[in-house]
């Protein structure tokens, strides 16, 4: 299969491209919680989400603006792991990521739950630069970029979709990038 989605061009850099200010990470008041159609809401400090089981794996990352980089190494914890932490209720089919400065963005479980589909606070064996969403960001490979949402700090298990900061401005919901699924039509 081929790796590189259709209108893409392959990039050794990893480009920095976000909306609004880059937050300061401050270890002893960060937090990241986990809650809505839940049974047992959580909210985690930054060491408590390095406690969890870490996975590490390599994957591509794919830009909605044309661009993608292969073989990012990437460590954290599965999305899968924390659902199974909070145990989300029958009724939630989607979450919805929040990330300091406003950013959100949401998907159906069903995407969430691939193994490949993590909260990632390394890349590279180091840890995540903040420029690159540090100290959690979350990664979902199939997915065109702006559904990794940077620096996040908050799921919210839903029973609908919620639109994100940038489905709000006509991008796609859907984000495939092998089927080129940019804007909504």
């Known amino acids: 299969m081929e790796r590189l989605p259709p209108n893409q061009r392959l990039t050794e850099d990893f480009p920095v491209l976000h909306f609004g200010a880059v937050p300061v990470f401050d270890k002893e008041t960060w937090d990241f919680r986990i809650e809505g159609l839940v049974e047992n809401p959580v909210t985690l400090s930054y060491d408590g989400v390095l406690a969890l089981e870490k996975t590490a794996q390599v994957s591509d990352f794919h830009c909605v603006v044309g661009w993608s980089r292969f073989d990012l190494k990437w460590e954290g914890v599965r999305f899968s792991d924390v659902a199974k932490l909070v145990g989300p209720k029958t009724s939630a089919r989607f979450a919805t990521i929040e990330a300091d400065g406003g950013y959100t963005t949401s998907l159906p479980l069903v995407d969430l739950m691939?193994?490949?589909?993590?909260?990632?606070?390394?890349?590279?064996?180091?840890?995540?630069?903040?420029?690159?969403?540090?100290?959690?960001?979350?990664?979902?490979?199939?997915?065109?970029?702006?559904?990794?949402?940077?620096?996040?700090?908050?799921?919210?298990?839903?029973?609908?979709?919620?639109?994100?900061?940038?489905?709000?401005?006509?991008?796609?919901?859907?984000?495939?990038?092998?089927?080129?699924?940019?804007?909504?039509?």
Not at 116 to 142: C, I, M, N, Q, T
Not at 145 to 162: C, D, H, I, M, P
Not at 168 to 180: I, L, M, N, Q, V
């Open 114 to 185: 691939e193994p490949d589909v993590l909260f990632a606070y390394s890349l590279d064996d180091k840890p995540l630069e903040v420029a690159h969403g540090g100290p959690l960001r979350l990664v979902v490979p199939k997915k065109y970029g702006y559904k990794s949402a940077k620096w996040v700090r908050r799921v919210v298990f839903t029973e609908e979709l919620v639109p994100g900061f940038w489905e709000e401005r006509g991008y796609s919901s859907g984000a495939d990038p092998w089927k080129e699924e940019r804007y909504s039509y």
